[in-house]
């Protein structure tokens, strides 16, 4: 899951980014509503965490001008300001949720996966694939009923692919999942990971397709075509 963070007071970026990492979110963070517009329009965010006073650009702004591009991506407002009007202004130019600050992080990551939840039209919380049971909220991943015990970045890979079993990720789509800016890439980081997860959860849950990516089979498919 990558999150771009919109914020410019650096205590509360560096603790919202600090404390979503921890909780197996890969965050991009920019400082201004500019270079926000930017990286939205350079990368594949799942979802936007905006504050609205923002310089170069104030958040309502770069909201505003997000939907009127038809950019759908799903956002989350953070915002200091505690009038009534700034929320309100907030929703009706698209935002999905806000929180106001200080806010709890743990309330923000259930947040945001409560919203990414929707994006994907999922009720459920809890993501079932095969004999494979991840809980977002948790981070309890389950193999046939026992729980496995995964790495922060073992559990990102294995989320992008139980978010849509049956379509081969290539390396880049996968290198993407686990990094933000500023982390180093080594080059055969996804190979290790999946060589991982491939040990805790059986050698052909995650299948090469060569010269194109991985992929995780979707059993009702599987069953629909037999
Ligand atoms: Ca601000």
């Not at 509360?12 to 890969?26: N, P, Q, S």
């Not at 729980?147 to 849509?164: I, K, N, P, T, Y």
């Not at 290539?170 to 991982?196: C, F, M, P, T």
Request: proline fraction near 3%; glycine fraction near 8%; include cysteine.
């Amino acid at each position: 899951m990558r999150l771009l963070l919109v914020e410019d007071d650096l205590m509360v970026g560096e603790a919202v980014r600090k404390g979503l990492r921890l909780d197996g979110f890969a965050v991009d963070w920019v400082q201004d509503g500019k270079t926000a517009e930017a990286a939205v329009a350079q990368e594949d965010y799942e979802l936007l965490l905006l504050d609205l006073g923002l310089p170069k650009k104030n958040g309502l702004e770069v909201l505003k001008s997000l939907r009127a591009h038809g950019c759908r991506i799903p956002v989350l407002v953070l915002t200091a300001r505690d009038a009534i009007s700034d929320r309100v202004a907030g929703l009706d130019a698209g935002a999905d949720d806000y929180l106001i600050k200080p806010f709890d992080l743990e309330e923000l990551a259930a947040r945001i996966r409560a919203l990414l939840r929707r994006q994907s039209g999922r009720a459920d919380p809890i993501i079932e694939v095969g004999h494979v049971t991840l809980n977002p909220a948790t981070h309890e991943v389950r193999l046939q009923g026992s729980e496995v015990s995964l790495s922060a970045r073992e559990f990102a890979l294995l989320r992008a692919f139980l978010d849509r079993p049956g379509a081969v990720l290539s390396r880049a789509q996968l290198e993407e999942k686990l990094y933000g800016w500023d982390d180093s890439i080594e080059s055969n980081a996804v190979e290790v990971y999946i060589h991982a997860l491939r040990k805790k959860l059986g050698s052909d849950f995650i299948k090469n397709v060569r010269g194109v990516g991985y992929m995780v089979n979707n059993p009702v498919n599987k069953a629909a075509s037999k």
